[in-house]
């Protein structure tokens, strides 16, 4: 009798912190523009994060500064 085993690794999955990311991106850049953000970013994840990213930036930034 034959048998086979697989030795392959399983797979992993990588999890981002899209707005996370995006909130240091815009510390590291004040003022950055959208075009700028799309190298980085899909539109869908600026279109869904931004925002918060911006609030979160700002508030970074805000504790830097004191």
Known sequence: MHTETSTAAPATTVVRDIK???A???V???GCP???LL???TPK???QY???AARDANRRAQRRAA
């Open 50 to 52: 931004g925002a918060a």
């Open 34 to 36: 959208r075009e700028d």
């Open 20 to 22: 996370a990311e995006m």
């Open 28 to 30: 590291d850049h004040p």
């Open 39 to 41: 190298q980085h970013f």
């Open 45 to 47: 994840h600026i279109d």
């Open 24 to 26: 240091a991106h815009m």
